[in-house]
Nanobody
Framework: QVQLVESGGGFVQPGGSLRLSCAASGRTFSTYAVGWFRQAPGKEREFVAAINWGETNTRYADRVKGRFTISRDNAKNTVYLQMNSLKAEDTAVYYC??????????????????WGKGTLVTVSL
């Protein structure tokens, strides 16, 4: 069992930065791939970024490449999403997800994937 808690969301102006954290419980968290997803009002949830357990593989959605960076600290059971050059269209609730399979966490459709409850990011003047 893995429980995930996101934090770090908030209000930021366009061009600003935020760092989201996904803190996990469970001694085996370091063996899980972790992804970030987001859901804007009225839109479907979309993939943002993912990292495998060993930090040797990362993947990003095209619309965040070069602006967002995913990383993890397995000693702290935490995965981070550094978001720079934020745009109004980045406004959404951001969720982290954990799965033993990197492919499954990227897809975000596996019933066995663990999900957090989300943190709201608002980018506006």
């Amino acid at each position: 069992q893995v429980q995930l808690v996101e934090s770090g969301g908030g209000f930021v102006q366009p061009g600003g930065s935020l760092r989201l954290s996904c803190a996990a419980s469970g001694r085996t968290f370091s063996t899980y791939a972790v992804g970030w997803f987001r859901q804007a009002p009225g839109k479907e949830r979309e993939f943002v970024a993912a990292i495998n357990w060993g930090e040797t593989n990362t993947r990003y959605a095209d619309r965040v490449k070069g602006r967002f960076t995913i990383s993890r600290d397995n000693a702290k059971n935490t995965v981070y999403l550094q978001m720079n050059s934020l745009k109004a269209e980045d406004t959404a609730v951001y969720y982290c997800a954990a799965d033993r399979s990197f492919r499954e966490v990227v897809a975000g459709k596996n019933a066995m994937t663990y999900w957090g409850k989300g943190t709201l990011v608002t980018v506006s003047l």
